[in-house]
């Protein structure tokens, strides 16, 4: 949970939610285009995307898995870092 109360301090209006079934994959973006220029791996199976400083998207590998993973405070404090 403390991931999700990071992300919504993000200054995203809009979040666009893609999962592909086939390869277990959850895709959000906080714009369209995205153009993401650099990809920083917070985590096993989580990859945040930036464009600057700006965080533009959020890659989770094996989704699936997440729903049985108990919150991280490493996350969110990387996911935090990662905004600076």
Do not use: C
């Not at 939610?17 to 917070?42: C, G, H, W």
């Amino acid at each position: 949970m403390a991931m999700a109360s990071d992300m919504l301090r993000l200054q995203a209006q809009h979040v666009w939610v893609d999962y592909d079934q086939d390869v277990d994959v959850l895709y959000m973006s906080f714009r369209k285009p995205q153009n993401a220029t650099k990809t920083i791996e917070v985590d096993d199976d989580i990859l945040l995307r930036k464009d600057g400083k700006a965080i533009v998207g959020l890659t989770i590998l094996n989704a699936s898995a997440l729903r049985r993973i108990k919150p991280n405070a490493g996350r969110a404090k990387a996911l935090r870092n990662s905004q600076k």
